[in-house]
T-cell receptor
């Protein structure tokens, strides 16, 4: 158990809909990262937050957005969903500085039908 | 920009045989390097990390990796494969900034046969 929690574990929704994925980082970690994992694209970095502020952006679509709240949990919002958005979405957290390792949650499997 | 190349999307070994998973990186600054393992339907678990201390890094489950700057490589090895090692393995490089985004390779699926 990495200490990172993600909910829900599975999500099935229809095209055009909007969903919210939730992540709670390890105790003491200030940085949260979101990744998308699919068979064709592999593991893609989406976005990073540090202590409530956006710090880095990767291959995140404009239909996707995220935020980190004062209690440090984070939410990833996916809107106008398309079939191609079906993937595993991982959250990771780290203590900024030091050896920079990230600890991953168990993921949310999103299926868009 | 950083990048990671993992040679071989699938590697097959027999139980008890040497495991060698290859990773080459590209980075304009001294990198931090990581190996993660992903078991089916699970998240990624950190196996080991290189952070500019010893070039030979020992990790969990008997795995180790050697950082070779001249070859820009960070290959993962285990002397004797076990059936429980069957999983997907990811090499990753950090951008070495204060906010540590990771760039992952495409992964290598390790298959272990009895």
């Amino acid at each position: 158990d990495s200490g990172v929690t993600q909910t829900p574990k599975h999500l099935i929704t229809a095209t055009g809909q909007r969903v919210t994925l939730r992540c709670s980082p390890r105790s003491g970690d200030l940085s949260v990262y979101w990744y998308q994992q699919s068979l064709d694209q592999g593991l893609q970095f989406l976005i990073q937050y540090y202590n409530g502020e956006e710090r880095a952006k990767g291959n995140i679509l404009e239909r996707f957005s995220a935020q980190q709240f004062p209690d440090l949990h984070s939410e990833l919002n996916l809107s106008s969903l398309e079939l191609g958005d079906s993937a595993l979405y991982f959250c990771a957290s780290s203590v900024v500085g030091g050896s920079h390792e990230q600890y991953f949650g168990p993921g949310t499997r999103l299926t868009v039908t | 920009a950083q990048s990671v190349t993992q040679l071989g999307s699938h590697v097959s070994v027999s139980e008890g045989a040497l495991v060698l998973l290859r990773c080459n990186y590209s980075s304009s600054v001294p990198p931090y390097l990581f190996w993660y393992v992903q078991y089916p339907n699970q998240g990624l678990q950190l196996l080991l990390k290189y952070t500019s201390a010893a070039t030979l890094v020992k990790g969990i489950n008997g795995f180790e990796a050697e950082f070779k700057k001249s070859e820009t490589s960070f290959h993962l090895t285990k002397p004797s494969a076990h059936m429980s090692d069957a999983a997907e393995y990811f090499c990753a490089v950090s951008d070495n900034s204060g906010y540590s985004t990771l760039t992952f390779g495409k992964g290598t699926m390790l298959l272990v046969s009895p």
